[in-house]
T-cell receptor, first 116, second 114 residues
């Protein structure tokens, strides 16, 4: 979905390096998410943010940090990359639909990260 | 806690035949249920969702899913499969209480042969 963009699309880095993955959206959504996808494990939530001042840990936040620079931007950092962080990373956004509602999440194209 | 299971890693079907991709869930309250599809080298695309109301939900590309509360299932179906339906399909669930997030299944690869 062109409304959610991720950079870079592919990245190779070495163990111990700091790396940042960036996500931008033009959908005007308040909520943003970072997931990683591993074969056979599906998608697992790393961090999520319901607005600019709100950051929450997901299922697998260890080794990662995030920054919500603006409503439209949500960055994921690996402070010291390790090989088992090799994965496909997705950013997603959703709108706030109100309590009792469930908004749909819209995904970016993904960043394929290889840590050597 | 909430969880979702997709019992089949892969489903094979011939073009023109009906297809079913299975999903079962577990939540403490009532569920919101979703199906997403991932084509090669692409992000996930939303197919359909169940929030409330009719148990049969219709979505994109001719797909539909049936919510069965007693069996805690939300199977994805299509009456006539196309080769272009070949992709990875994810079921996801969220409990209706609070501001929890989606939990995804591990995915089912659908292969439609000509």
């Amino acid at each position: 979905d062109a409304d959610v963009t991720q950079t870079p699309r592919n990245r190779i880095t070495k163990t111990g390096k700091r790396i940042m993955l960036e996500c931008s959206q033009t959908k005007g959504h308040d909520r943003m998410y970072w997931y990683r996808q591993d074969p056979g494990l599906g998608l697992r939530l790393i961090y999520y943010s319901f607005d600019v001042k709100d950051i929450n840990k997901g299922e697998i936040s260890d080794g990662y940090s995030v920054s919500r620079q603006a409503q439209a931007k949500f960055s994921l950092s690996l402070e010291s990359a390790i090989p088992n962080q090799t994965a496909l990373y997705f950013c997603a956004t959703s709108d706030h639909a109100g309590r009792g509602q469930q908004e749909t999440q819209y995904f970016g194209p993904g960043t394929r990260l290889l840590v050597l | 806690a909430q969880s979702v299971a997709q019992p089949e890693d892969q489903v094979n079907v011939a073009e023109g035949n009906p297809l079913t991709v299975k999903c079962t869930y577990s939540v403490s309250g009532n569920p919101y249920l979703f199906w997403y599809v991932q084509y090669p080298n692409r992000g996930l695309q939303f197919l359909l969702k169940y929030i409330t109301g009719d148990n049969l939900v219709k979505g994109s590309y001719g797909f539909e899913a049936e919510f069965n509360k007693s069996q805690t299932s939300f199977h994805l179906k299509k009456p006539s499969a196309l080769v272009s339906d070949s992709a990875l399909y994810f079921c996801a669930v969220r409990d209706t209480g609070g501001y929890s997030t989606l939990t995804f299944g591990k995915g089912t690869m659908l292969l439609v042969s000509p």
